[in-house]
């Protein structure tokens, strides 16, 4: 399994506290079957992360992995604020797209979902970068699902919380992830995860054994097999 947004960096933004919070976070995704993590910290006015710095802190946090023989690789990335996704080039979004292969992962302004996704969907498009929308379950509101549509139209992937998902219940009216799941957006489950000490958990499979009881098994299996297409930097359509 390839985790393609979390916050496993030490001491870069709100993520990781320092290198022994990453070992961590990197030992449990490993015990979960995790291959690799995309290191997404974010990039927003509220952090000061420099872009310049992310490759040495990726190598850094590799070698540390290899010398306590962790097979887990680190994968560089970014999660990219929708405000301020004009203020980069094209080479800096090449940079901390996940693992450079032009998809990036990109965090809706707080609140529900509006015109100015899309928006900066196509100024990303525009300088040669794919979309991936991050946790839309925290930006839901009025026409949720058309609007989660309406970005897939345009080319998007919809990246999920898989902790969220692996809480939804088949038997559940009201879990309404899982019937966008079956309609076929639902196409990224990563963790989101930003300590070992708490929060969210590196665990991807139980979101995945989950999306296999509801999904079709050829929507499954694009689902499992996405995230390699997408560090490999493939373009890449949804089954549904």
Known sequence: MIDLHCHILPGVDDGALDIADSVAMALEAQHDGVEIVCATPHIREDHDVRLNELPARVAALQDELDSRHIAVRIARGGELAAPVADRLSAQELREISLDGGGWILLEPAPGPLGDAVGATVELLAGRGARVIVAHPERHAGEGFERRLRALVDRGCLIQ????????????????????????????????????????????????????????APDLFAWIADAPAAIIAGEPLRPPV
Request: with cysteine; charged share 25%; hydrophobic share 45%.
């Open 160 to 215: 999920w919380t898989a902790e969220f998902v692996a809480r939804a219940q088949p038997d559940d009216p009201d879990a309404l992830v899982l019937r966008l799941a079956r309609d076929g957006l639902v196409h990224v489950l990563a963790s989101d995860a930003h300590s070992s000490h708490g929060g969210r958990d590196m665990r991807l499979s139980p979101a995945f054994a989950r999306l296999r009881e509801v999904c």
